[in-house]
Protein backbone atom coordinates (compact mmCIF):
# COMPACT_ATOMS: atom_id res chain seq x y z
CA UNK A 1 0.00 0.00 0.00
CA UNK A 2 1.29 3.44 -1.02
CA UNK A 3 2.23 5.73 2.30
CA UNK A 4 -0.13 8.49 1.99
CA UNK A 5 1.21 12.19 2.57
CA UNK A 6 -1.15 15.24 2.91
CA UNK A 7 0.00 18.28 1.12
CA UNK A 8 -1.14 22.20 1.69
CA UNK A 9 -2.64 23.06 -1.96
CA UNK A 10 -2.99 26.73 -3.18
CA UNK A 11 -3.83 26.40 -6.78
CA UNK A 12 -0.22 27.81 -7.19
CA UNK A 13 2.60 26.30 -9.20
CA UNK A 14 4.86 25.19 -6.55
CA UNK A 15 2.24 22.98 -4.76
CA UNK A 16 1.32 21.57 -7.61
CA UNK A 17 4.58 20.42 -9.09
CA UNK A 18 5.31 19.14 -5.33
CA UNK A 19 1.95 16.84 -5.55
CA UNK A 20 3.66 15.60 -9.22
CA UNK A 21 7.02 14.79 -7.60
CA UNK A 22 5.43 13.23 -4.25
CA UNK A 23 3.31 10.89 -6.88
CA UNK A 24 6.50 9.91 -9.11
CA UNK A 25 7.81 8.86 -5.66
CA UNK A 26 4.98 6.65 -5.43
CA UNK A 27 3.03 8.27 -2.58
CA UNK A 28 -0.57 8.76 -2.42
CA UNK A 29 -1.13 12.15 -2.32
CA UNK A 30 -4.33 14.04 -0.21
CA UNK A 31 -4.60 16.93 -0.84
CA UNK A 32 -5.90 20.34 1.54
CA UNK A 33 -6.42 23.81 1.08
CA UNK A 34 -6.98 26.35 4.26
CA UNK A 35 -9.39 28.99 3.72
CA UNK A 36 -8.70 32.06 5.54
CA UNK A 37 -9.72 34.99 4.72
CA UNK A 38 -13.10 36.78 5.44
CA UNK A 39 -14.83 34.80 2.67
CA UNK A 40 -14.28 31.17 2.25
CA UNK A 41 -12.54 31.20 -1.05
CA UNK A 42 -10.16 28.76 -3.10
CA UNK A 43 -8.49 29.20 -6.16
CA UNK A 44 -10.67 28.64 -9.01
CA UNK A 45 -7.63 26.40 -10.78
CA UNK A 46 -7.38 24.53 -7.65
CA UNK A 47 -10.69 21.82 -7.94
CA UNK A 48 -9.39 20.98 -11.47
CA UNK A 49 -5.60 20.56 -10.80
CA UNK A 50 -6.80 18.24 -8.26
CA UNK A 51 -9.06 16.95 -10.37
CA UNK A 52 -6.26 15.93 -13.11
CA UNK A 53 -4.20 15.02 -10.52
CA UNK A 54 -6.09 12.66 -9.51
CA UNK A 55 -6.40 13.63 -5.42
CA UNK A 56 -8.59 13.94 -2.92
CA UNK A 57 -8.65 17.34 -2.12
CA UNK A 58 -10.83 18.53 1.52
CA UNK A 59 -11.61 22.52 1.98
CA UNK A 60 -10.70 23.49 5.62
CA UNK A 61 -12.55 26.56 7.04
CA UNK A 62 -9.73 28.49 9.52
CA UNK A 63 -11.89 31.37 9.15
CA UNK A 64 -11.70 31.68 12.98
CA UNK A 65 -8.31 30.63 14.05
CA UNK A 66 -6.43 32.61 11.54
CA UNK A 67 -8.40 35.57 12.62
CA UNK A 68 -7.81 34.92 16.41
CA UNK A 69 -4.19 33.92 15.55
CA UNK A 70 -2.94 36.14 13.26
CA UNK A 71 -5.17 39.44 12.49
CA UNK A 72 -4.78 39.67 16.08
CA UNK A 73 -1.37 39.39 16.60
CA UNK A 74 -0.78 41.67 13.42
CA UNK A 75 -3.04 44.63 14.83
CA UNK A 76 -1.15 43.84 18.66
CA UNK A 77 2.24 44.49 17.61
CA UNK A 78 1.62 47.24 15.47
CA UNK A 79 -0.22 48.96 18.62
CA UNK A 80 2.80 47.74 20.98
CA UNK A 81 5.02 49.78 18.11
CA UNK A 82 6.49 46.28 17.31
CA UNK A 83 6.66 45.22 13.27
CA UNK A 84 5.04 42.15 12.84
CA UNK A 85 6.06 38.83 11.10
CA UNK A 86 2.78 37.19 10.34
CA UNK A 87 3.96 34.32 8.07
CA UNK A 88 5.91 32.72 10.94
CA UNK A 89 2.64 33.12 13.43
CA UNK A 90 0.59 31.93 10.92
CA UNK A 91 2.99 28.92 10.46
CA UNK A 92 3.87 28.05 14.16
CA UNK A 93 -0.42 28.40 15.26
CA UNK A 94 -2.49 27.82 11.93
CA UNK A 95 -0.66 25.71 8.89
CA UNK A 96 1.56 23.39 10.64
CA UNK A 97 -0.56 22.47 13.74
CA UNK A 98 -3.36 21.97 11.16
CA UNK A 99 -1.48 20.00 8.54
CA UNK A 100 -0.70 17.29 11.42
CA UNK A 101 -4.10 17.56 12.68
CA UNK A 102 -5.15 16.38 9.45
CA UNK A 103 -2.83 14.38 8.86
CA UNK A 104 -3.75 11.87 11.73
CA UNK A 105 -7.69 12.46 11.14
CA UNK A 106 -6.64 11.29 7.19
CA UNK A 107 -4.39 8.61 8.11
CA UNK A 108 -1.14 10.22 6.32
CA UNK A 109 1.90 9.26 7.13
CA UNK A 110 3.78 12.27 6.14
CA UNK A 111 3.16 16.42 5.52
CA UNK A 112 4.06 18.31 2.75
CA UNK A 113 4.14 21.66 1.37
CA UNK A 114 5.61 23.53 -1.96
CA UNK A 115 8.28 25.76 0.06
CA UNK A 116 12.05 25.78 -0.44
CA UNK A 117 13.63 24.53 1.78
CA UNK A 118 15.12 21.25 2.88
CA UNK A 119 15.27 19.18 6.01
CA UNK A 120 18.89 17.85 7.04
CA UNK A 121 19.20 15.07 10.83
CA UNK A 122 22.65 16.55 12.44
CA UNK A 123 23.54 14.56 15.65
CA UNK A 124 19.72 13.33 15.91
CA UNK A 125 18.68 17.17 15.99
CA UNK A 126 15.95 17.73 13.14
CA UNK A 127 17.15 20.98 11.00
CA UNK A 128 15.83 23.60 8.49
CA UNK A 129 18.30 23.48 5.68
CA UNK A 130 18.78 26.18 2.76
CA UNK A 131 17.19 24.98 -0.14
CA UNK A 132 19.43 24.26 -3.33
CA UNK A 133 17.91 27.28 -5.13
CA UNK A 134 19.31 29.93 -3.05
CA UNK A 135 17.41 32.83 -4.85
CA UNK A 136 13.98 31.25 -3.85
CA UNK A 137 14.90 29.85 -0.51
CA UNK A 138 12.42 30.14 2.44
CA UNK A 139 14.44 28.59 5.30
CA UNK A 140 14.13 32.21 6.81
CA UNK A 141 9.96 31.51 7.38
CA UNK A 142 10.63 28.02 8.76
CA UNK A 143 13.43 28.07 11.70
CA UNK A 144 10.61 27.74 14.52
CA UNK A 145 9.43 24.70 13.32
CA UNK A 146 9.72 21.56 16.19
CA UNK A 147 11.86 18.54 15.46
CA UNK A 148 8.31 16.73 16.10
CA UNK A 149 6.77 18.44 12.93
CA UNK A 150 10.07 17.85 11.03
CA UNK A 151 10.20 13.97 11.41
CA UNK A 152 7.24 14.21 9.37
CA UNK A 153 7.51 16.86 6.57
CA UNK A 154 8.32 16.23 3.12
CA UNK A 155 9.43 19.53 1.00
CA UNK A 156 9.34 17.60 -2.71
CA UNK A 157 11.21 21.55 -4.18
CA UNK A 158 14.09 21.57 -1.71
CA UNK A 159 16.21 19.66 -3.99
CA UNK A 160 15.53 21.73 -7.69
CA UNK A 161 15.47 25.55 -8.93
CA UNK A 162 12.71 27.25 -9.67
CA UNK A 163 13.18 27.11 -13.46
CA UNK A 164 12.98 23.33 -13.44
CA UNK A 165 10.07 23.43 -11.41
CA UNK A 166 8.22 25.56 -14.36
CA UNK A 167 9.44 22.94 -16.71
CA UNK A 168 8.11 20.20 -14.90
CA UNK A 169 4.61 22.23 -14.77
CA UNK A 170 4.97 22.90 -18.52
CA UNK A 171 5.56 18.99 -19.49
CA UNK A 172 2.60 17.86 -17.41
CA UNK A 173 0.56 20.23 -18.61
CA UNK A 174 0.10 22.92 -16.31
CA UNK A 175 2.00 25.85 -18.55
CA UNK A 176 -0.40 28.49 -17.37
CA UNK A 177 0.25 28.16 -13.94
CA UNK A 178 3.56 30.00 -15.00
CA UNK A 179 1.79 32.94 -16.01
CA UNK A 180 0.25 33.71 -12.43
CA UNK A 181 1.96 36.31 -10.35
CA UNK A 182 3.40 34.84 -7.31
CA UNK A 183 2.13 36.41 -3.97
CA UNK A 184 4.39 38.91 -1.80
CA UNK A 185 3.68 40.31 1.88
CA UNK A 186 0.95 38.78 3.83
CA UNK A 187 -1.53 37.21 2.13
CA UNK A 188 -4.32 39.36 3.81
CA UNK A 189 -3.02 42.68 2.46
CA UNK A 190 -4.36 43.93 -0.79
CA UNK A 191 -1.25 46.05 -2.71
CA UNK A 192 1.87 46.55 -0.72
CA UNK A 193 0.58 49.28 2.06
CA UNK A 194 -0.73 47.64 4.69
CA UNK A 195 -1.76 51.01 6.77
CA UNK A 196 -5.54 50.78 4.76
CA UNK A 197 -5.99 47.45 6.70
CA UNK A 198 -4.49 47.93 9.67
CA UNK A 199 -5.90 51.30 10.21
CA UNK A 200 -9.78 49.50 9.53
CA UNK A 201 -8.96 46.85 12.41
CA UNK A 202 -8.27 49.38 14.58
CA UNK A 203 -10.82 51.16 14.32
CA UNK A 204 -13.13 48.12 14.97
CA UNK A 205 -11.88 48.10 18.02
CA UNK A 206 -13.25 51.60 18.94
CA UNK A 207 -9.22 52.72 19.34
CA UNK A 208 -8.87 56.12 18.32
CA UNK A 209 -4.77 56.72 17.24
CA UNK A 210 -4.75 60.47 16.94
CA UNK A 211 -1.75 62.65 15.34
CA UNK A 212 1.69 62.97 17.22
CA UNK A 213 4.76 64.69 16.88
CA UNK A 214 8.15 63.33 14.95
CA UNK A 215 11.06 64.32 16.94
CA UNK A 216 14.94 63.93 16.59
CA UNK A 217 17.61 61.72 18.15
CA UNK A 218 17.46 64.86 21.20
CA UNK A 219 13.80 65.14 21.07
CA UNK A 220 12.82 68.13 19.49
CA UNK A 221 9.46 68.14 18.05
CA UNK A 222 10.44 68.16 14.33
CA UNK A 223 7.13 67.80 12.98
CA UNK A 224 3.50 65.63 12.74
CA UNK A 225 2.86 62.19 11.81
CA UNK A 226 -0.51 60.35 11.84
CA UNK A 227 -0.15 57.76 14.24
CA UNK A 228 2.96 55.94 15.50
CA UNK A 229 1.54 52.47 14.24
CA UNK A 230 1.16 53.36 10.85
CA UNK A 231 5.61 53.84 10.67
CA UNK A 232 7.68 51.14 10.56
CA UNK A 233 11.66 51.23 11.93
CA UNK A 234 13.64 51.98 8.76
CA UNK A 235 11.06 53.61 7.05
CA UNK A 236 11.85 56.09 4.57
CA UNK A 237 9.18 57.43 2.44
CA UNK A 238 5.92 58.75 3.19
CA UNK A 239 7.04 60.77 6.38
CA UNK A 240 6.00 64.30 4.79
CA UNK A 241 8.91 65.98 6.64
CA UNK A 242 10.41 67.83 3.75
CA UNK A 243 14.10 66.71 5.07
CA UNK A 244 16.93 67.66 2.17
CA UNK A 245 18.88 65.48 4.05
CA UNK A 246 17.32 61.21 3.80
CA UNK A 247 15.43 60.71 7.18
CA UNK A 248 14.56 57.50 8.50
CA UNK A 249 12.27 55.83 11.60
CA UNK A 250 14.51 54.84 14.29
CA UNK A 251 12.67 54.80 16.81
CA UNK A 252 8.83 54.19 18.33
CA UNK A 253 7.58 55.33 21.40
CA UNK A 254 4.05 54.40 22.00
CA UNK A 255 3.34 55.73 25.16
CA UNK A 256 3.77 59.20 24.05
CA UNK A 257 2.70 58.59 20.40
CA UNK A 258 6.08 59.56 19.28
CA UNK A 259 8.48 58.19 16.17
CA UNK A 260 12.17 59.53 16.41
CA UNK A 261 13.70 60.38 13.32
CA UNK A 262 17.58 60.12 12.52
CA UNK A 263 19.59 59.93 9.89
CA UNK A 264 20.73 56.57 8.15
CA UNK A 265 23.65 56.58 10.07
CA UNK A 266 21.85 56.55 13.52
CA UNK A 267 20.07 53.20 12.24
CA UNK A 268 23.15 50.97 12.75
CA UNK A 269 23.53 49.30 15.67
CA UNK A 270 26.46 46.76 16.86
CA UNK A 271 24.14 44.51 19.61
CA UNK A 272 20.42 43.32 19.91
CA UNK A 273 18.02 41.03 22.24
CA UNK A 274 15.84 38.18 21.04
CA UNK A 275 13.29 36.31 22.59
CA UNK A 276 11.19 33.32 22.24
CA UNK A 277 13.96 31.60 20.34
CA UNK A 278 14.25 28.23 19.52
CA UNK A 279 17.52 26.17 18.94
CA UNK A 280 16.83 22.07 17.76
CA UNK A 281 20.34 21.71 19.42
CA UNK A 282 20.90 24.45 22.31
CA UNK A 283 24.51 23.87 22.13
CA UNK A 284 24.64 25.78 19.09
CA UNK A 285 24.24 28.83 20.92
CA UNK A 286 27.61 28.66 22.14
CA UNK A 287 28.70 28.23 18.61
CA UNK A 288 30.42 31.94 18.18
CA UNK A 289 32.42 31.43 15.48
CA UNK A 290 30.08 29.72 13.14
CA UNK A 291 26.76 31.84 13.46
CA UNK A 292 25.49 33.98 11.22
CA UNK A 293 22.44 36.33 11.53
CA UNK A 294 19.64 37.28 8.86
CA UNK A 295 16.80 40.26 10.28
CA UNK A 296 15.44 40.29 6.81
CA UNK A 297 14.49 37.58 4.49
CA UNK A 298 16.57 38.93 1.53
CA UNK A 299 19.10 40.67 4.16
CA UNK A 300 22.92 39.31 3.82
CA UNK A 301 23.87 37.59 6.60
CA UNK A 302 26.17 38.79 9.22
CA UNK A 303 28.90 36.89 11.12
CA UNK A 304 27.70 37.01 15.54
CA UNK A 305 28.24 35.60 18.35
CA UNK A 306 25.87 35.03 20.97
CA UNK A 307 25.19 35.47 25.25
CA UNK A 308 22.49 34.06 27.14
CA UNK A 309 21.34 36.76 29.19
CA UNK A 310 18.91 34.07 31.28
CA UNK A 311 16.69 31.61 30.25
CA UNK A 312 14.21 34.40 28.09
CA UNK A 313 16.48 36.49 26.74
CA UNK A 314 19.99 36.39 24.51
CA UNK A 315 22.11 38.83 23.34
CA UNK A 316 22.91 39.00 19.79
CA UNK A 317 26.21 40.57 19.15
CA UNK A 318 27.44 41.46 15.91
CA UNK A 319 31.01 41.62 14.06
CA UNK A 320 29.86 44.48 11.86
CA UNK A 321 27.04 46.86 12.44
CA UNK A 322 23.15 46.24 11.00
CA UNK A 323 20.64 49.05 10.32
CA UNK A 324 16.77 49.12 10.80
CA UNK A 325 16.78 46.04 13.17
CA UNK A 326 13.06 45.92 14.28
CA UNK A 327 11.36 44.53 17.35
CA UNK A 328 8.89 42.42 16.67
CA UNK A 329 10.29 40.57 13.37
CA UNK A 330 12.76 37.30 13.24
CA UNK A 331 16.29 36.73 13.51
CA UNK A 332 17.52 33.59 11.96
CA UNK A 333 21.14 32.58 12.70
CA UNK A 334 22.46 29.66 10.33
CA UNK A 335 25.88 27.31 10.74
CA UNK A 336 26.85 27.08 6.98
CA UNK A 337 23.20 26.49 5.01
CA UNK A 338 21.87 25.12 8.47
CA UNK A 339 19.33 26.88 10.29
CA UNK A 340 20.58 26.45 13.44
CA UNK A 341 17.70 28.28 15.22
CA UNK A 342 15.78 31.64 15.45
CA UNK A 343 14.47 34.27 17.66
CA UNK A 344 11.90 37.06 18.12
CA UNK A 345 13.58 40.57 18.10
CA UNK A 346 12.67 42.65 21.51
CA UNK A 347 14.23 45.40 23.42
CA UNK A 348 15.62 45.14 26.57
Known sequence: MKQRVLLAMSGGIDSTVA??????????????????????????????????????????????????????????????????????????????????????????????TGHYARIAVNNNNYHIQCAADAEKDQSFFLWALPRQVLEKTIFPLGNIEKKEVKRIAMEQGFSLLNLKKESTGPCFIKGNDYRPFLRKKIAERGININDGDFIDCTRKIIGKHKGYPFYTIGQ??????????????????????HVVIGDKKSLYINTFYITHFYFANPEMIKKTNRLKVRIRYRKQETPCRLRAINRSIIEVILAEPLDSVAPGQSAVFYDGDMVAGGGIIGTM
Open 19 to 112: AILLQNKGYKVIGIYFSLSDKISIDTELPDIADRLKIDLHIIDLRNQFQKEVIAYFVDEYLAGRTPFPCLTCNNKIKWPALMEYAEKLDCSFIS
Open 236 to 257: RRGLGLGNAAPAYVKEIIPAQN
